[in-house]
């Protein structure tokens, strides 16, 4: 069983940045990617970012290209999110997951299987 920690979630302003973490634990897939979700009060749970195991292929969605960094480091299994040029519309509960194979070219939360408990970020204007 996969068990996936985020944290790093808090009060930050316009503009500023932030990094999440995503503590993974225990056996899963042995092809395997990490993607980040986020949900905001009132909408629907929406892929921001992926990273693949086997090679460090990554996913964005367009609206944090060029903001949001994914990377990993694979002694500590952690995967981080790092988040620049925050917007109040980045406002929302931030959850890492995992799902076999790799990114692919779309991410959807109905293609992961394991899910962290969300940490909550908000960016006041």
């Known amino acids: 069983e996969v068990q996936l920690q985020a944290s790093g979630g808090g009060l930050v302003q316009t503009g500023e940045s932030r990094t999440l973490s995503c503590a993974v634990s225990?056996?899963?897939?042995?092809?395997?990617?990490i993607g980040w979700f986020r949900q905001a009060p009132g909408k629907e749970r929406e892929g921001v970012s992926c990273?693949?195991?086997?090679?460090?292929?990554?996913w964005y969605a367009d609206s944090v290209k060029g903001r949001f960094t994914i990377f990993r480091d694979k002694s500590k299994n952690t995967v981080f999110l790092h988040m620049s040029s925050l917007k109040p519309e980045d406002t929302a509960v931030y959850y890492c997951?995992?799902?076999?194979?790799?990114?692919?070219?779309?991410?959807?939360?109905?293609?992961?299987?394991?899910w962290g408990q969300g940490t909550l970020v908000t960016v006041s204007s």
């Open positions: 990273i693949s195991d086997s090679d460090g292929s990554t």
């Open positions: 997951a995992e799902r076999e194979l790799s990114c692919g070219t779309s991410v959807h939360s109905t293609m992961y299987d394991y």
């Open positions: 225990g056996f899963g897939f042995e092809d395997y990617s």
